[in-house]
């Protein structure tokens, strides 16, 4: 069974950035990140296709947020610049098995979350 874990949430103002990192005790083809706001469902923030790096991102975050992937050291990374107050959410890092998707219903394996808020 695949162990995620993620690190790196904080607090930040709106336009400030920050770095998640999600430590994989083994990697699976598809890598994501998901958030989930209270009261909302949870939703794909990007994927990422660990062996030839394609890339997906849900569009509320294209050209902010960038999902990158060490195979070496079987981590997902997630920095998110120009962050907004609804960018606050608990964010998950998730692995599955291809095909890969922004949907989170297929995926299987999840870290325990980390929180981000964005504060106005």
């Known amino acids: 069974q695949v162990q995620l874990m993620e690190f790196g949430g904080g607090s930040v103002q709106t336009g400030g950035s920050l770095t998640l990192s999600c430590e994989a005790s083994?990697?699976?083809?598809?890598m994501g990140w998901f958030r989930q706001a209270p009261g909302k469902e949870r939703e794909g923030v990007a994927i990422?296709?660990?062996?030839?790096?394609?890339?997906l991102y849900v569009d509320s975050v294209k050209g902010r947020f960038t999902i990158s992937i060490d195979n070496a050291k079987n981590t997902l990374y997630l920095q998110m610049n120009s962050l907004k107050p609804e960018d606050t959410a608990m964010y998950y890092c998730?692995?599955?098995?291809?095909?890969?998707?922004?949907?989170?219903?297929?995926?299987?394996?999840w870290g325990q979350g980390t929180q981000v808020t964005v504060s106005s």
């Open positions: 990422i296709e660990r062996d030839d790096g394609d890339t």
């Open positions: 083994e990697s699976r083809t598809c």
């Open positions: 998730a692995a599955d098995y291809p095909p890969c998707s922004l949907h989170a219903g297929p995926y299987v394996t």
